[in-house]
């Protein structure tokens, strides 16, 4: 078997640490050509690498997992997901990309998943592997109870129930993210990161690290000499950054 190379996305530096020795073990031949900690950066490696397998997480900072595997596949790669989600959830991805190893990841699991990608690498590559991706995501996208309908969030001193129809974007500012309306705005302490897991992705995307915004305000995307992005919202003056790894949810609008 040829020279085979690999990239490792977790969050969570223990568990990446633990993830590296494993491999180790389990298959010394491989050559880890990127460690990420979060999903911007794990996209720009898959692209920038076009790595032969992938270990990543769902849920990073950033990009998530299905974002990265989106590019590893789409350079020939295989993945396996380290993830906490049930088997029901991951069952989308048994005969397809590659594998899943539910956390915490245990030795003799990874080395089956490794068994298995070894395997897969010397078969013809599925046709599909794009479409199990969508369906991985269609599974996990919140749906009913789990979708966020209400914002609390602080205006002064008093607290404004703000309806998730209300809200145009939402924008990390050092520990708190505004919450920004047609009206006005208000502060909550919710990461980013935990409100992308309420949210229909239909209807907000993320452009930035710390930057959700609803799809339908979207007026345009821009550049400028130096290639930075940025989007304007329709009747505002509102300009939000987009980083490069989210520029291929704008192509062909």
Avoid at 69 to 74: I, L, S
Avoid at 118 to 124: F, G, H, K, V
Avoid at 223 to 229: I, M, T, V
Wanted: hydrophobic content about 50%.
């Amino acid at each position: 078997m040829s020279r085979i190379t690999a990239l490792i996305a977790e969050d969570e530096a223990p568990q990446r640490a633990a993830l590296l020795d494993m491999l180790a073990e389990a298959w010394p031949a491989l050559d880890v050509v990127a460690v990420c900690e979060d999903g911007v950066s794990a996209l720009e490696a898959a692209r920038e690498h076009r790595p032969a397998v992938a270990f990543l997480d769902i849920r990073m900072p950033g990009v998530n997992g299905l974002d990265v595997a989106r590019a590893v596949v789409a350079g020939g790669g295989l993945v396996v997901f380290t993830s906490a989600y049930d088997d029901y959830a991951i069952k989308a991805f048994e005969a397809g990309a590659a594998d899943y190893v539910l956390k915490p990841v245990q030795p003799a699991r990874l080395a089956q998943a490794v068994e298995r990608l070894q395997a897969r690498l010397e078969e013809p590559r599925p046709a599909d592997l794009q479409a199990l991706v969508e369906n991985l995501e269609a599974r996990l996208r919140p749906q009913g109870e789990r979708l966020i309908r209400w914002i609390s969030a602080s205006i002064g001193d008093s607290v404004r129930m703000i309806g998730i129809d209300e809200v145009l974007y939402f924008q990390a500012q050092d520990k708190y993210v505004r919450v920004v309306t047609g009206h006005d705005e208000a502060i909550i302490r919710t990461p980013v990161k935990d409100l992308l897991a309420g949210l229909d992705p239909d209807t907000f995307w993320q452009v930035h690290r710390g930057v959700v915004v609803r799809v339908a305000a979207i007026d345009r995307l821009r550049k400028d000499e130096l290639g930075k992005a940025t989007l304007s919202l329709r009747g505002r003056d509102d300009c939000l950054p987009v980083s490069a790894a989210f520029l291929h949810r704008f192509r062909g609008m």
